[in-house]
C-alpha cells in the first residue's frame, strides 16, 4: 500500500515536472538544478556566480530549506528576483517537488529572466528522486567530503548532467584525491562531466560560467 502511494507522489510529481519544463522552454528559461549534501557550498557557488553574471544571463533563484531563508538573505544584494520553499510547514520533506517549484516560479513574476537556479534542499539523497523540471541537474561535492560519495550516494551521480567538485582551495590542506572521486564518479555515471572550482577563490568560474551560457543554446 504504501509503495503503492509513493509511485503516485513519483508519477504526479514527473507530470508536474514535465509541464514546468514545456512552460519553462516555451518562456525561453533554462533551470539549473544543485543538489549536494548540507555545506558543500550551493549557496556560495551562487553568490559567486551572480557576482560574475555577463548582462547576457538573467537569473532568478528558488531555493529550498526545510526551514529559515538565510540563503535567500544571502543573495539579495544582488537584486536578483529570489524566493525561498520552507517545508516544515508542510511536513519537512528533505527534497523539493516539480509543484512547490512550479507555485514558486509563478510567484516570482519575473518576465525578464533567461536562467532559474533552483537550490535544492541540501542533501544527497532525496532531492535526486524528484524531478524538479529543470533543463539540467548539477551535483556539488566539496573536497572535505571524501572521494567515495559518488558510490555511497549514487542516484544523485546518476542524475546529474555536471558534477561539481568545490572548495578546490582545500585540496592541499586535505587528504584528498580527485582522480579518485572522478573514477569513482565516472563508474556509476560515465557520461558525467565535472568541473574543479572554488566558490571562495573563483577558481574554475570560467568554464561554469560557459556551461551555463552552453546550456542556455541548447534549450
Ligand atoms: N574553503 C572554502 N569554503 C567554502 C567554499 N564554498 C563554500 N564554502 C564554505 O562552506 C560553508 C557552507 O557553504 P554554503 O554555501 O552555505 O553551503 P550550502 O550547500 O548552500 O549549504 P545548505 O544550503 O545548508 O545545504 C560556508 O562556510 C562557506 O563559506 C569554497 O570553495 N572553499
Ligand atoms: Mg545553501
Known sequence: MEEKILKDILSSNDRAARSLREELT???IT???LMSSPGSGKTSLLEKTLSLITPDIKPAVIQGDITTSLDVDRLSSFKVPSIAINTAPSGGECHLE???IN???DRLDSPDINILFIENIG?????AEFDTGAHKNVVLISVPEGEDKPLKYPLAFKKADLMIVNKSDLIEVL???LNSLIENAMKINPSLKHMVLSARTGSGFDSWINWIKEGMEDD
Open 31 to 33: 533551470a539549473i538544478n
Open 26 to 28: 516555451r518562456n525561453n
Open 175 to 177: 587528504d584528498f584525491n
Open 98 to 100: 516539480a509543484g512547490w
Open 123 to 127: 542533501n544527497l539523497v532525496c532531492p
Open 103 to 105: 507555485d514558486a516560479y
